[in-house]
C-alpha cells in the first residue's frame, strides 16, 4: 500500500504486504515484506530493509541495513549502519556516522535496545541484547548483554536563572 505525496526516485524496490505512509521520500532503498515506513520518512542510497522493519515518523535511513523486525519509530538518522534484528532504535537516536573527512560504520546487534536521545559515534558497535541509556553519547564499543551510560550528572544551580536573566535585562540599551 502507498498513501498519497510519496516521492520516489530511482533504484526502489518494494516487497508486497509493504505499507508506505504519506509524505515519504525513497530512493535507492529496499523495502522488505511486511515492512512499515513512514510518515514523513526519507529513505536514501543503500537503505535496505528486511521483513516487518518499521521505520516510522521523521526518521531518515542512508546507507544502512535493517534485519527483520527492527524498528526506528520516529525522529531518528540512521546512517552506514547495520542494524539486528528485532532491535529498538529510541526517538532522538543518531548514528554520527561522518568526521568531517571520512565515514564510518555503527553496528547494533539483534534485540538492542537504544534509549532516545543517543548519539552513537562510530565507528563503534552495540552488542545483542545490550542496552544504552536514554542521553547517552556512546563513544565506545558495548559488550552484548550489558548496559551503556555516558551522561555528565546534573548539577542545579538554584537562582542561576533569575539572575542572570536581571543582570542581562540591566546591561540591554534603552
Given at each position: 500500500?502507498?498513501?498519497p505525496n510519496v516521492v520516489f526516485g530511482k533504484g526502489v524496490k518494494i516487497a508486497k504486504g509493504a505499507r508506505i505512509k504519506a509524505f515519504c521520500h525513497i530512493e535507492g532503498a529496499e523495502i522488505g515484506q511486511g515492512a512499515s515506513v513512514g510518515p514523513h520518512a526519507r529513505l536514501r542510497?543503500?537503505?535496505?530493509?528486511?521483513?516487518g522493519v518499521k521505520i516510522g515518523n521523521f526518521v531518515e535511513v542512508k546507507n544502512a541495513k535493517f534485519a527483520e523486525q527492527a524498528?526506528?519509530?520516529?525522529?531518528?538518522?540512521?546512517?552506514?549502519?547495520?542494524?539486528?534484528a528485532r532491535a529498538n532504535l529510541g526517538a532522538g537516536?543518531?548514528?554520527?556516522n561522518y568526521d568531517g573527512f571520512s565515514k564510518f560504520r555503527t553496528s547494533i546487534?539483534?534485540?538492542a535496545f537504544i534509549g532516545s536521545d543517543t548519539a552513537l559515534v562510530a565507528p563503534v558497535s552495540v552488542g545483542a541484547r545490550a542496552y544504552t541509556g536514554t542521553g547517552s553519547v556512546i563513544t565506545k564499543n558495548v559488550p552484548e548483554g550489558a548496559l551503556a551510560?555516558?551522561?555528565a550528572r546534573q548539577h542545579t544551580y538554584e537562582g542561576w536563572?533569575?539572575?542572570?536573566?536581571?543582570?542581562?535585562?540591566?546591561?540591554?540599551p534603552k
Open positions: 500500500m502507498i498513501e542510497p543503500g537503505t535496505r530493509l528486511a521483513a524498528q526506528a519509530s520516529h525522529l531518528t538518522y540512521v546512517g552506514d549502519a547495520d542494524i539486528g537516536t543518531i548514528t554520527c546487534g539483534e534485540d551510560v555516558a551522561r536563572a533569575d539572575a542572570n536573566r536581571q543582570a542581562k535585562r540591566k546591561d540591554k
